[in-house]
């Protein structure tokens, strides 16, 4: 008996959210000032510079840097734009959070899973398609899509966007999605226009933000824990099936936390560097002392999937070959009826 076309799904979506050499991000192109951080050093930004695991990207006025995923996938990355590719806390990690400003992708299909480009305020599932993603100073995101479908994700709300569609997700708030009315940078500019007028409400927003991020950080804790004991508990492939659907699930919503979070707390820091002697940039520094201690946790609850994966793949291997011992002593027991049978005719 063949296993079922769920129970496969499911050991693959497993086997594609184990650790697998993520495709390698490079810089095509560059026009005007742009400039690398990587591990807080400034570096010399470079044609042919493979970029990910944390780097930073960062535009200057009429500055645009193009990266490709590969030859049918590229970012443009547009002027005054502040980006982090990858994040050192995700190994192998390659997708893209755009921290402030506005870029533009447009992938071919991929052959399998989907490319993340993040925010402070959405993750979103590319598999092939063309958008335009622009984050304010303050934090808040506008996803314009001009082809394809795009899945948005935040805390508060998923939702599936159409050809033609726009998506805006304020800090701490749910996304709305509508048809097209404005561009991308007209978006962005009249976002900035006010921002220092509203520095308080904007702390506000980020206090009651990663607030949020911490209980769901603390659920997730449970949420693992109940996981590995499921796991550990698996006995047959539909177990398995259940237990490997939970999995990839949980680790890749992991994922897409903290690559808002970590988007949050590059924000922040920016807005309090900027706004450095307000009353606000306390609550911002406030507020990025707790987005580090979410990180920690969110860390944490990253080691403990890796090890429920390696769990799973080891009770995947004990279930299988007891299933195939079962069918090959099924087999033998066959043959041995079948010549006995045969010899009584005799």
């Given at each position: 008996?063949?296993?079922?076309?769920?129970?496969?799904?499911?050991?693959?979506?497993?086997?594609?959210?184990?650790?697998?050499?993520?495709?390698?991000?490079?810089?095509?192109?560059?026009?005007?000032?742009?400039?690398?951080v990587?591990?807080?050093?400034?570096?010399?930004?470079?044609?042919?510079?493979?970029?990910?695991?944390g780097?930073?990207?960062?535009?200057?006025?009429?500055?645009?840097?193009?990266?490709?995923?590969?030859?049918?996938?590229?970012?443009?990355?547009?002027?005054?734009?502040?980006?982090?590719?990858?994040?050192?806390?995700?190994?192998?990690?390659?997708?893209?959070?755009?921290?402030?400003?506005?870029?533009?992708?447009?992938?071919?299909?991929?052959?399998?899973?989907?490319?993340k480009?993040?925010?402070?305020?959405t993750?979103?599932?590319?598999?092939?398609?063309?958008?335009?993603?622009?984050?304010?100073?303050?934090?808040?995101t506008?996803?314009?899509?001009?082809?394809?479908?795009?899945?948005?994700?935040?805390?508060?709300?998923?939702i599936?966007?159409?050809?033609?569609?726009?998506?805006?997700?304020?800090?701490?708030?749910?996304?709305?999605?509508?048809?097209?009315k404005?561009?991308?940078?007209?978006?962005?500019?009249?976002r900035?226009?006010?921002i220092?007028?509203?520095?308080?409400?904007?702390?506000?927003?980020?206090?009651?933000?990663?607030?949020?991020?911490?209980?769901?950080?603390?659920?997730?804790?449970?949420?693992?824990?109940?996981?590995?004991?499921?796991?550990?508990?698996?006995?047959?492939?539909?177990?398995?099936?259940?237990?490997?659907?939970?999995?990839?699930?949980?680790?890749?919503?992991?994922?897409?936390?903290?690559?808002?979070?970590?988007?949050?707390?590059?924000?922040?820091?920016?807005?309090?560097?900027?706004?450095?002697?307000?009353?606000?940039?306390?609550?911002?520094?406030?507020?990025?002392?707790?987005g580090?201690?979410?990180?920690?946790?969110?860390?944490?609850?990253?080691?403990?999937?890796?090890?429920?994966?390696?769990?799973?793949?080891?009770?995947?291997?004990?279930?299988?070959?007891?299933?195939?011992?079962?069918?090959?002593?099924?087999?033998?027991?066959?043959?041995?009826?079948?010549?006995?049978?045969?010899?009584?005719?005799?």
């Open positions: 008996m063949k296993p079922s076309i769920r129970f496969v799904f499911a050991v693959l979506a497993i086997i594609l959210v184990m650790p697998a050499g993520a495709s390698a991000m490079s810089v095509k192109f560059f026009i005007g000032q742009v400039s690398l990587r591990s807080g050093k400034a570096l010399p930004v470079k044609v042919g510079d493979i970029v990910g695991n780097d930073i990207l960062k535009t200057g006025k009429g500055a645009i840097v193009e990266l490709s995923l590969d030859e049918k996938s590229t970012i443009t990355v547009q002027a005054q734009s502040t980006v982090q590719i990858g994040s050192k806390n995700l190994k192998d990690s390659d997708g893209i959070s755009v921290v402030s400003g506005e870029v533009k992708g447009k992938f071919g299909k991929l052959k399998k899973g989907e490319y480009i993040g925010s402070p305020t993750v979103c599932g590319v598999r092939g398609t063309e958008f335009d993603v622009a984050v304010s100073k303050g934090g808040d506008y996803v314009v899509l001009n082809e394809g479908s795009l899945a948005v994700r935040n805390p508060y709300k998923s599936d966007l159409k050809e033609g569609s726009s998506l805006e997700a304020d800090v701490a708030s749910e996304p709305v999605s509508g048809k097209i404005v561009k991308s940078d007209a978006w962005e500019n009249m900035n226009e006010n220092e007028e509203n520095l308080d409400d904007r702390a506000d927003k980020y206090e009651s933000y990663m607030d949020n991020f911490e209980g769901d950080a603390a659920e997730d804790a449970e949420k693992i824990k109940s996981l590995r004991d499921e796991t550990k508990k698996s006995k047959t492939k539909e177990d398995l099936e259940k237990s490997g659907e939970k999995i990839a699930a949980a680790d890749s919503e992991l994922e897409d936390s903290m690559m808002m979070n970590e988007a949050s707390l590059n924000n922040m820091n920016s807005l309090s560097d900027e706004y450095k002697g307000s009353d606000a940039a306390g609550r911002f520094k406030s507020a990025v002392k707790k580090d201690a979410v990180l920690k946790q969110q860390i944490k609850n990253r080691q403990a999937i890796d090890k429920v994966k390696a769990e799973y793949k080891e009770a995947y291997d004990r279930i299988m070959k007891k299933f195939q011992d079962d069918k090959s002593n099924i087999r033998k027991s066959l043959d041995e009826f079948k010549k006995s049978q045969q010899e009584g005719m005799e």
